[in-house]
């Protein structure tokens, strides 16, 4: 029945199976970039705690893929920020580039494809960016209006901005990563389709005028897996 209500929730935003499958790559990407860093990892700041990163660099490469079967991208790139991306798309297609932060080259790599699948999607679907990315309306049409041209530039100065997401909700990432580890499929998919109630609160969040913040809590989820 859950799987079902998400099959109706991708095909209302118009989510392709090519758009799908590219999600759980690049989620699967994410996953791995962080397993590569099982004492920390952090990029100016942001990124995953030391504790989540050392539970998902135990997982297989079969966990790892298990885990990344969301319904929506498991990394962030600032997408809800809409001020932030106007400026930074205004000036890419003015040609100015503010000079990137310095970050490894994977780390690089996977913010050129996120970046691209994020313009692919925002150009070519209605709703999709927002759904799967948490990416702002605004930002969406921002994206839209840009050139590929821009997006080489932009991963240089953006991929410092890398971040999981829902970065401080301990709750579903330590029950994400546990499920995965212990292969239980029914488990696993209850755990990613409660990712959707971070979505939806986040949206919500977006969309008020009175622009506090709201959380939700993720009610079967075990606090600690």
């Known amino acids: 029945m859950q799987d079902a209500h998400v099959g109706t929730w991708l095909r209302g935003a118009q989510v392709s199976a090519e758009i799908q499958a590219s999600v759980r790559d690049l989620n699967r990407r994410f996953l791995d970039l962080v397993a590569g860093r099982p004492g920390g990892w952090s990029i100016a700041g942001r990124g995953l705690s030391a504790a989540m990163s050392a539970r998902i660099a135990p997982l297989s490469a079969a966990q790892k893929s298990a885990a990344a079967n969301c319904p929506y991208a498991l990394f962030d790139l600032r997408f809800h920020d809409d001020d932030h991306w106007r400026t930074r798309l205004r000036a890419a297609a003015l040609g100015g580039v503010a000079e990137g932060a310095a970050v490894d080259a994977k780390t690089l790599e996977f913010?050129?494809?996120?970046?691209?699948?994020?313009?692919?999607?925002?150009?070519?679907?209605?709703?999709?960016?927002?759904?799967?990315?948490?990416?702002?309306?605004v930002t969406a049409a921002a994206f839209r209006e840009a050139t590929i041209d821009c997006l080489p530039f932009l991963a240089e100065t953006e991929a410092a901005q890398l971040t999981a997401r829902w970065n401080d909700c301990t709750a579903y990432w330590s029950a994400l990563t546990g499920a995965a580890s212990r292969q239980d499929p029914a488990s696993l998919r209850r755990i990613q389709l409660y990712g959707l109630q971070l979505a939806a609160a986040a949206r919500l969040c977006s969309t008020d005028p009175g622009g506090g913040e709201q959380r939700v809590e993720l009610r079967g989820v075990p606090r600690e897996v």
């Open 111 to 137: 913010a050129r494809l996120a970046l691209f699948f994020a313009w692919h999607v925002a150009s070519t679907t209605k709703l999709a960016a927002q759904l799967l990315l948490g990416m702002h309306e």
